[in-house]
Nanobody
Framework: QVQLVESGGGLVQAGGSLRLSCSAF????????LAWFRQAPGKEREFLAF???????TYSDSLKGRFTISRDNAKNTMYLQMNSLKPEDTAVYYC??????????????WGQGTQVTVSS
C-alpha cells in the first residue's frame, strides 16, 4: 500500500517560514513527478509547484518566489520551503506523486494533508 505522509505544518506568524516534508512509504519516488497543492476553506484546490524526476521545477505565478520545492531521493522525501508567509497562505497543504511527466491529478498518489495557519 502506497502512502504519502506530509509533516511540518503548524501555526506561524506572518512573515515567518515553514518547511513541509512529504515522505513516501510503499513506493520509491525517485522516478516520479512530485507536486505540492493547497486548499483553503471554501476554495478549490490550488497547484503550487512541481519537480520532475530530473529536478526541473515549475511554480505557480502566485507564489512570487516565496516557496521552493525540492526532493531528496535518498530519503524518499520531498520538501516545500515556505518563506515570507502571509495569512492568505493559510490552507491544508497536500503532496502528490505520479509516474507520468505531468502535474499530478486525482487518481494519482496523494497525502492526507497538513494544516498551515498563518496569523496576522
Amino acid at each position: 500500500q502506497v502512502q504519502l505522509v506530509e509533516s511540518g505544518g503548524g501555526l506561524v506568524q506572518a512573515g515567518g517560514s515553514l518547511r513541509l516534508s512529504c515522505s513516501a512509504f510503499g513506493r520509491t519516488l525517485s522516478g516520479d513527478t512530485l507536486a505540492w497543492f493547497r486548499q483553503a476553506p471554501g476554495k478549490e484546490r490550488e497547484f503550487l509547484a512541481f519537480i520532475s524526476w530530473r529536478g526541473v521545477r515549475t511554480y505557480s505565478d502566485s507564489l512570487k518566489g516565496r516557496f521552493t520545492i525540492s526532493r531528496d531521493n535518498a530519503k524518499n522525501t520531498m520538501y516545500l520551503q515556505m518563506n515570507s508567509l502571509k495569512p492568505e497562505d493559510t490552507a491544508v497543504y497536500y503532496c502528490a506523486a505520479t509516474p507520468q511527466l505531468r502535474i499530478p491529478r486525482t487518481g494519482d498518489y496523494w497525502g492526507q494533508g497538513t494544516q498551515v495557519t498563518v496569523s496576522s
